[in-house]
Each structure stands twice: as structure tokens, then as C-alpha cells.
């Protein structure tokens, strides 16, 4: 079964800033897609980013970006120019592409943005 | 256009009660998903719909949940028998299709709170 860890339970950075939350994962496909999610206190979860696994380049989003290391199994969201508004829970998922079309998240990583 | 509904927002329900959850997906969505959310943790998967059948029903913890989508479009996840564990954010969401880097649009959810 595939797992989906987030290792930072809590992050915070200065507005203006860059940050960056981290996320591993364990599988055994070789083809997959990797996203991340925010979840506002509303608890609305919205894309952030996606990844399709076969594809080398890393994906970008105005100011987010990720860092994606397949061998390593690592898929690190990039946030520059940090805004009041970017302050959430930011979840890590994993899809595989089988017929399974679930959604594996891990435990989040809360953000704070400061002044 | 209108997004991911989810009725009611909150519920408040004693130990033993039966309640029924529904989802309104956006409009046009074949693919349907529920995930329960428990304090603390990121969101697990529990059942998916493609169009008025369960694809995939291998997150439902036991026989007390249930769930329908008999027109293909409104679901329904009915809890039987509730138990002081059952409470959590029961999040719904559509996509367009199933699989693929195709987003999943989440809706707000609801609070399900057994006493």
C-alpha cells in the first residue's frame, strides 16, 4: 500500500518569504501523480500543484513550485513571496494510475505566516 | 459555476443515531468520492463512485456505513448505528473523470460530531 509522510507538523515564515514543506512517499508503481493540497480553515481542500511522476521537469504555479526526486521518492512544495493568505494546512497526495482512483494524503503541515 | 455542496455543514448527532450525509458534485462529473477526515489528520478515502455504481468501496471502515448515488449524480453516505468514533469532517468530492492528473474538486464538508 502506498504512504504518504509529512514530517513537519508546523512551519512558519516570515511574509515575503520562501519556504519550503517537505514529503516523502512509498510506493512500488513506477508511474503515479503526486499533488498538493490546501485546506483553509473553511476546510474547502484546494489544488495547489500536481505532478505527473514520468514527467522529469518540476511543476510551477506562480509562486509555488515543487522539488520532485523520484528515486528518492520526494515531492517538497516551494513557496516564494509568502503571503498572510498562503496560512493553512497544506496536505501532500499520491494517485496511482491504476483503477484505484483514490487519493492518499499524508498528515499535513501547518503553516503560519508572520508579519 | 457552483462547486462541490455538501448538506448539512454540521451535524450533531447521539451515540446510536442513524445520519444520513449528502454531496451535490459539480455538474457534470461522473467521478464521485467521500473521505473522512479525523482531528489531526489528513483526509482517508472511504468510497468512490463512477457514475451510480461503487467502484471502489475498500475505505469503509465496517457495515454501518453506507453509500448511494442512484442517478449518478447526488450521493448520499449514511451512517447506521453512530458511534463517539465516527466523528470527523466527512468530505465529499467530483472529477470530471476518474484517474489521470484530473483534479479532484472537494467540497466543504461536514462536521459530524457524535455525543
Known amino acids: 500500500a502506498q504512504t504518504v509522510t509529512q514530517s513537519q507538523p508546523e512551519m512558519s515564515v516570515q511574509e515575503a518569504e520562501t519556504v519550503t514543506l517537505s514529503c516523502t512517499y512509498d510506493t512500488s508503481e513506477s508511474d503515479y501523480y503526486l499533488f498538493w493540497y490546501k485546506q483553509p480553515p473553511s476546510r474547502q481542500m484546494i489544488l495547489v500543484i500536481r505532478q505527473e511522476a514520468y514527467k522529469q521537469q518540476n511543476a510551477t504555479e506562480n509562486r509555488f513550485s515543487v522539488n520532485f526526486q523520484k528515486a528518492a521518492k520526494s515531492f517538497s512544495l516551494k513557496i516564494s513571496d509568502s503571503q498572510l493568505g498562503d496560512a493553512a494546512m497544506y496536505f501532500c497526495a499520491y494517485r496511482g494510475t491504476g483503477t484505484a482512483s483514490k487519493l492518499t494524503f499524508g498528515t499535513g503541515t501547518r503553516l503560519q505566516v508572520t508579519l | 459555476g457552483a462547486g462541490v455542496s455538501q448538506t448539512p455543514s454540521n451535524k450533531v448527532t447521539e451515540k446510536g443515531k442513524y445520519v444520513e450525509l449528502r454531496c451535490d458534485p459539480i455538474?457534470?462529473?461522473?467521478?464521485l468520492y467521500w473521505y473522512r477526515q479525523s482531528l489531526g489528520q489528513g483526509p482517508e478515502f472511504l468510497i468512490y463512485f463512477q457514475g451510480t455504481g461503487a467502484a471502489d468501496d475498500s475505505g469503509l471502515p465496517n457495515d454501518r456505513f453506507f453509500a448511494v448515488r442512484p442517478e449518478g449524480s447526488v450521493s448520499t453516505l449514511k451512517i447506521q448505528r453512530t458511534e463517539r468514533g465516527d466523528s470527523a469532517v466527512y468530505l465529499c468530492a467530483s472529477s470530471p473523470r476518474t484517474g489521470g492528473i484530473n483534479e479532484q474538486f472537494f467540497g466543504p464538508g461536514t462536521r459530524l460530531t457524535v455525543l
Open positions: 455538474s457534470g462529473h461522473t467521478a
